[in-house]
């Protein structure tokens, strides 16, 4: 469970951007919060989160922050080399900030206990790093870094030293770590690396499942909920060519030579493509070609699958334009897979980016879940929450932001205006 995550210098955060996933006082809907003491007493954590913005705002920015630093613990030990560069993309538009490091932190939480975990970073080292657990609400340090110094704190056990002299300057010590067992703080690794992204806006006819088990039933039920008119599905199977299936064969030679455990079945010399079956007029099902589908059954029918692993698991998922291709109603119903405690029974999040302004009027969305990206002339970002505004929980939050009042908007001034300046002859 995600608390909260800043990042600074990257992309088009110049100065930090802050956004909190812990629930304010407002009386709003509560269902869909996740208790939590590690959030603070008597406080809870938001279960789904919506960003708004113009285009080219800076939404899907936050979403490529947490993909960035996940991505560098997750790789920068296991994938580079020494003289490899991280990730390194700061703010462009003023020349001091190239010079500087980027910057990302987030609180989260693991089995009910809080944790703190930051790190700053250019593209040949790491800056600084740092983890603090909170187990009593108080912080205790389980390790720092500056440039290539360590620190270890009295609750962190194991070889801490070794895996200090082994960890180089362009690798973070989590990421070390890991890869060295280090028990402890494996668990803080795998949080990072469970976190689930989705930022295709399309999938295309030929990314097709080829097993059972990556088609969800309920990703079926659910398409058949909204009225796609699809009511099951099936793998059918496609003949391999014959020089491709002397290929398998011999692949499957040196699999089973030097990785005796892996199934034959996954070198089967034959292709499965999905088909979804729509009820015909006779009652029976006729099964299309996934191909076939529209784009947006085919983009919900991976994310749904995504979704659910995520419900069940109590993981998170970023998703970049959930809106994408979906009807409000849908869209509605997605969220309100993470607001219901019926069925979010572990505490799930998601935050996605959003266009779509009615789900602004939700019943069961708080207005601490919507947040504000909003691009300044220098073009950076800044963030803000619709908790923020001074507003009544009576008032028509759609309406005001399609008015201005909150900002984050294309334009501010009416269509004519804003065509006439297009327009005007040159």
Known sequence: MILQFSAENHLSFKEEVRVSLVATSLKDFADGLIPSDAAGPHRAALAAGLIYGANAAGKSNLIAAVDCMCSIIIHSHISAGPDDKLVYRPFAFDKNC?????????????????????????????????????????????????????KFGRKLRGPNKIIAELTRPNSLFLSSATQNDHDELTPIYRFFSDIVFSTSFSVSGAETPSRADDVDDRAIRFLEAIGTGVVGFRLESEMVPEASQEFVGDLRKLIDKHFPNIANEDFAPEHRKLQLAHQGFDGGSVFLDFARESAGTRRLLFLLSSIFKVLDNGGVIFVDELDASLHTQAFELVLALFSRKKYNRKGAQIIATVHDTNILDCDFMRRDQFWFAEKSKAGDTTFFALSDVRLRSSDNFERGYLQGRFGALPYGDDIDSVLGNIMIDG
């Open 98 to 150: 190239v010079r500087k490091p980027t910057y990302f932190e987030m609180d989260f939480v693991i089995e009910g206990v809080r944790y703190n975990y930051s790190f700053s970073y250019d593209a040949n080292s790491i800056h600084t790093e740092a983890l603090y657990s909170f187990p009593t609400g108080r912080a205790q340090m389980l390790f720092s870094r500056e440039g290539g110094e360590f």
